[in-house]
């Protein structure tokens, strides 16, 4: 079974060694659950949610039994407008759905400092889409890591020097917490098979 992860740098791996990126750590994971499906890399850092729409069709031509997508945090640091941010990520939902591909959709959170307006906007995205288009909703790609301790701890014991993309650690819990939404996923698409 293939699973394409479609996403951005939290996807692709951005600052980590090959074997120490979200998808390798997954597809290690998932083999050492005695699951045989591989996941494919289609993250690309930097994407936003505009960018991921562009480049949906020629990657459902690859025809995945199941998706991952976690995209959005690029349209924060930008400031984009949460409406048009929802907008690209509905079509590529709609296209991935069309596609009869079941999906798990990874949440995003915005920070405060764009005030509580803006924070609601973006995070009420990803559960109502969820929702739309049934797909199955882990809400927040760094919720794993904030349980863990201070925000100052978290910060200093799983993220990469940049304070954005988690280290080898952090992905490693951040994967250990998708983990089981994946099976459920895995299960998903074996029932259309």
């Known amino acids: 079974m293939k699973i394409t992860a479609f996403g951005d740098s939290l996807i692709h ?5 090959p074997d120490d990126g979200f998808v390798p750590q997954l597809n290690r994971w998932l083999r050492s659950n005695k699951v045989e499906a591989r996941i494919v890399n289609a993250g690309v850092s930097g994407e936003t949610t505009q960018g991921g729409l562009a480049r949906i069709a020629w990657t459902l031509e690859t025809e995945p039994d199941a998706f991952i997508l976690a995209l959005g945090g690029n349209d924060v640091l930008r400031g984009l407008n949460p409406e048009q941010s929802r907008r690209y990520l509905a079509d590529i939902l709609r296209q991935v759905s069309e596609a009869n591909i079941p999906t798990l959709l990874i949440g995003q959170i915005a920070p405060q400092n764009y005030g509580p307006s803006y924070q609601e906007s973006f995070e009420s995205i990803f559960p109502d889409l969820a ?16 349980s863990t301790g201070s925000p100052r701890f978290v910060r200093e014991t799983y993220f990469q020097d940049d304070g954005l993309h988690p280290n080898a650690a952090g992905v490693g819990l951040i994967v250990d917490a998708i983990g089981p939404m994946v099976l459920e996923l895995i299960d998903r698409a074996g029932r259309l098979e």
Do not use: D, M, N, Q
């Open 131 to 146: 929702a739309e288009y049934g797909t199955l909703f882990f809400k927040e790609f760094f919720s794993p890591l904030e």
């Open 13 to 17: 791996g951005f600052g980590l060694p």
